[in-house]
């Protein structure tokens, strides 16, 4: 019994941190165990200060139930953003809220073999420099572009390791348990438990940056395929313009709708004379990064020039979710991650797209919304995924420690 009552604990500590709140009754619910031994349960990890009880439940006529909610700083995690030019990382407790600062930096992954030790050396840094004993760190979440292998630790994209997985090259370097997946993937988990999509039925959750990302949630639930690659929205074949796509294939969505094609669009613009407040010298001047940015707040403050640049991308995104909608018919769609920023400007010509090319009663009822997570939902899904593993980030943790 001790045994299967570790793993019940194991749930509850799963569930709060998704929850954030429940009664007693709720949680026997969601572990579907008794009410008494849900309750003892409870008491335990009341007792160990692993969990709070944060007073009663609003009245609903009877007597109020207690709710219990895990303590913030009982365990940590390491969350990891990337993109193909810049990762992120900061440690968070069980609210996910930042523990300290986040580290930013410049690091392209693409034909780059050191890249991983990079990353390794940066996490152990934090961990070292947050004086948080590891015991105390669920994990690590590592959210990056590319076809991610999440189950076999491999970016068959980016993050090549002669050594053997990503995940066990990052263990070995830290002494933490460690977890990957896709961007895209990710952001939409974090959409799914923390935002938009919470409580929703489908929705797919499109994620504009450097390519054109997309998350589905089906049937309230991620839905990542059979080999964990599904939503490969960037390479949708939709154009006949013959530009070679970064998946070597050409006339892809990314080719005409990604941040990518954006600057180089703006770069074209620019040098045949367009009118605007950017300046092609100073774009070709800065960071990918950088450049993205400087177009969407330039058509953030109204420049025609890059309004249009946006408007073009985000009718071209509209095609794609037109297709999407005839196939999978989602009552929800999310502009989410780095493209959030632009999700106001973007938003009127994805429904333009919609009312030319979508069949009026399957796009009747569906909703284009901006993410109120932003360009944060990528750093809370890397928390959220060391959480969904926590049960696996626990054996993983006594073995590392076994062979240390």
């Given at each position: 019994?001790?045994?299967?009552?570790?793993?019940?604990?194991?749930?509850?500590?799963?569930?709060?941190?998704?929850s954030?709140?429940?009664?007693?009754?709720?949680?026997?619910?969601?572990?579907?165990?008794?009410?008494?031994?849900?309750?003892?349960i409870?008491?335990?990890?009341?007792?160990?200060?692993?969990?709070?009880?944060?007073?009663?439940?609003?009245?609903s006529?009877?007597?109020?139930?207690?709710?219990?909610?895990?303590?913030?700083?009982?365990?940590?995690?390491?969350?990891?953003?990337?993109?193909?030019?810049?990762?992120?990382?900061?440690?968070?407790?069980?609210?996910?809220?930042?523990?300290g600062?986040?580290?930013?930096?410049?690091?392209?992954?693409?034909?780059?073999?050191?890249?991983?030790?990079?990353?390794?050396?940066?996490?152990?840094?934090m961990?070292?420099?947050?004086?948080?004993?590891?015991?105390?760190i669920?994990?690590?979440?590592?959210?990056?572009?590319?076809?991610?292998?999440?189950?076999?630790?491999?970016n068959?994209?980016?993050?090549?390791?002669?050594?053997?997985?990503?995940?066990?090259?990052?263990?070995?370097?830290?002494?933490?348990?460690?977890?990957?997946?896709?961007d895209?993937?990710?952001?939409?988990?974090?959409?799914?438990?923390?935002?938009?999509?919470?409580?929703?039925?489908?929705?797919?959750?499109?994620?504009?940056?450097?390519?054109?990302?997309?998350?589905?949630?089906l049937?309230?639930?991620?839905?990542?395929?059979?080999d964990g690659?599904?939503?490969?929205?960037?390479?949708?074949?939709?154009?006949?313009?013959?530009?070679?796509?970064?998946?070597g294939?050409?006339?892809?969505?990314?080719?005409?709708?990604?941040?990518?094609?954006?600057?180089?669009?703006?770069?074209?613009?620019?040098?045949?004379?367009?009118?605007?407040?950017?300046k092609?010298?100073?774009?070709?001047?800065?960071?990918?990064e950088?450049?993205?940015?400087?177009?969407?707040?330039?058509?953030?403050?109204?420049?025609?020039?890059?309004v249009?640049?946006?408007?073009?991308?985000?009718?071209?995104?509209?095609?794609?979710?037109?297709?999407?909608?005839?196939?999978?018919?989602p009552?929800?769609?999310v502009?989410?991650?780095?493209?959030?920023?632009?999700?106001?400007?973007?938003?009127?010509?994805?429904?333009?797209?919609?009312?030319?090319?979508?069949i009026?009663?399957?796009?009747?009822?569906?909703?284009?919304?901006?993410?109120?997570?932003?360009?944060?939902?990528q750093?809370i899904?890397?928390?959220?995924?060391?959480?969904?593993?926590?049960?696996?980030?626990?054996?993983?943790?006594?073995?590392?420690?076994?062979?240390?």
């Amino acid at each position: 019994m001790a045994g299967k009552t570790q793993l019940y604990r194991k749930r509850i500590v799963n569930h709060l941190y998704f929850s954030k709140m429940l009664s007693c009754a709720e949680v026997s619910m969601k572990i579907e165990k008794s009410l008494s031994l849900t309750t003892k349960i409870l008491n335990e990890l009341v007792e160990e200060g692993f969990v709070v009880e944060t007073g009663h439940a609003p009245s609903s006529g009877g007597r109020r139930a207690q709710m219990y909610a895990l303590r913030p700083d009982i365990m940590y995690t390491v969350s990891v953003a990337m993109d193909q030019f810049i990762t992120r990382i900061v440690i968070m407790d069980m609210q996910n809220r930042h523990i300290g600062q986040m580290e930013r930096f410049e690091l392209n992954i693409a034909n780059n073999p050191g890249a991983l030790d990079i990353i390794a050396d940066k996490i152990s840094g934090m961990i070292e420099q947050s004086g948080i004993a590891k015991n105390k760190i669920a994990g690590i979440g590592i959210s990056m572009p590319g076809f991610v292998d999440a189950r076999g630790g491999v970016n068959h994209s980016f993050l090549a390791n002669r050594q053997g997985t990503i995940t066990a090259f990052v263990e070995s370097k830290t002494g933490v348990p460690t977890f990957i997946d896709n961007d895209s993937s990710l952001i939409a988990l974090a959409e799914l438990k923390f935002g938009a999509a919470r409580n929703k039925k489908n929705v797919m959750v499109i994620n504009v940056g450097w390519g054109i990302g997309l998350g589905m949630v089906l049937n309230n639930a991620l839905f990542r395929g059979d080999d964990g690659f599904a939503g490969e929205f960037s390479h949708i074949p939709l154009f006949q313009n013959g530009k070679l796509c970064s998946c070597g294939k050409s006339g892809c969505l990314e080719t005409e709708a990604s941040l990518t094609a954006v600057i180089e669009k703006a770069l074209e613009g620019l040098s045949s004379g367009s009118t605007s407040v950017l300046k092609k010298a100073a774009l070709e001047f800065l960071s990918p990064e950088d450049a993205g940015d400087a177009i969407i707040d330039a058509a953030a403050k109204g420049d025609r020039f890059a309004v249009e640049l946006l408007s073009e991308a985000g009718y071209n995104i509209g095609r794609g979710i037109a297709i999407l909608i005839h196939l999978l018919n989602p009552g929800l769609v999310v502009l989410s991650g780095r493209g959030a920023s632009s999700g106001k400007i973007l938003q009127a010509p994805i429904q333009q797209a919609l009312n030319e090319h979508c069949i009026p009663r399957l796009a009747a009822n569906t909703e284009i919304i901006i993410s109120d997570l932003g360009h944060e939902a990528q750093l809370i899904g890397s928390a959220a995924l060391v959480m969904e593993k926590y049960e696996k980030g626990i054996t993983r943790k006594n073995k590392i420690q076994e062979a240390a």
